[in-house]
């Protein structure tokens, strides 16, 4: 391949990380295929080559965030002890959200990206439902209900807040952990 000219593989990274910056600025329902190829500088047919719909463009954006954190969930549900099940999750959990904030804007903010938390993924329950199985357990107290649904959303929200942008990860994922365990009822570290 000549210098400067980009593969496939290339392009469709490109492509993915351009729609993630603009889905965060004008929603997935803002933002057409048309105003992707332009931001690429490709035309649209370029932009179909990788994707037909805009819905699988939003799919592939989300998709590295959802593996992770279904790695997460998987590995949480293995541990024995609900202590060490909620530990696990919320350090997964948190984790995920500092690494890719950008995503997690969207997940709080956009109707579309939010759908896939909580439709199935990869043939599983959707998220929000093993997550609180995990942190709540079989007796579904309310109390620990409304704490974890506080936790988790809180979480999310908070990680991806504008607000804290320029906060450093490290600093952002202490926080982050500090509070949920203070919510969850969890020892500090």
Same mark, same amino acid.
């Given at each position: 391949m000549a210098a400067g000219?980009?593969? $496939? &593989?290339?392009?469709?990274?490109? @492509? =993915? *990380?351009?729609a993630l910056k603009l889905?965060?600025?004008?929603? !997935?329902?803002g933002t057409s295929l048309q105003m992707i190829a332009d931001a690429l500088g490709v035309t649209k047919a370029a932009v179909y080559y990788h994707f037909k719909t805009k819905d #699988?463009?939003? &799919? *592939?954006v989300a &998709? $590295?965030? =959802?593996?992770?954190? /279904?790695? !997460?969930? &998987?590995? *949480? #549900?293995?541990?024995?002890?609900?202590?060490?099940?909620? /530990?696990?999750l919320l350090t997964g959990? !948190? /984790?995920?959200?500092?690494?890719?904030?950008?995503?997690?804007?969207l997940f709080s903010s956009d109707p579309t990206i939010a759908r896939m938390l909580t439709c199935s993924w990869n043939g599983k329950e959707n998220f929000r439902v093993r997550m609180? /199985?995990? @942190?709540v357990g079989p007796e579904r107290d309310l109390g620990r209900l409304?704490? *974890?649904?506080?936790?988790?959303?809180?979480?999310a929200l908070t990680g991806g807040s504008e607000d804290l942008a320029a906060l450093d990860d490290e600093s952002l994922r202490r926080h982050l952990l500090d509070v949920g365990r203070k919510l969850l009822g969890r020892p500090r570290a």
């Open positions: 000219v980009a593969g $496939p &593989e290339d392009t469709r990274t490109r @492509l =993915l *990380a351009t889905f965060t600025e004008h929603g !997935v329902q #699988e463009i939003a &799919e *592939a &998709e $590295p965030g =959802l593996r992770e954190l /279904d790695a !997460v969930v &998987e590995e *949480a #549900e293995r541990q024995r002890r609900r202590g060490a099940r909620t /530990d696990h959990f !948190v /984790d995920v959200v500092v690494r890719h904030r950008a995503l997690i804007s609180m /199985d995990l @942190l409304v704490a *974890a649904q506080v936790a988790i959303a809180g979480i």
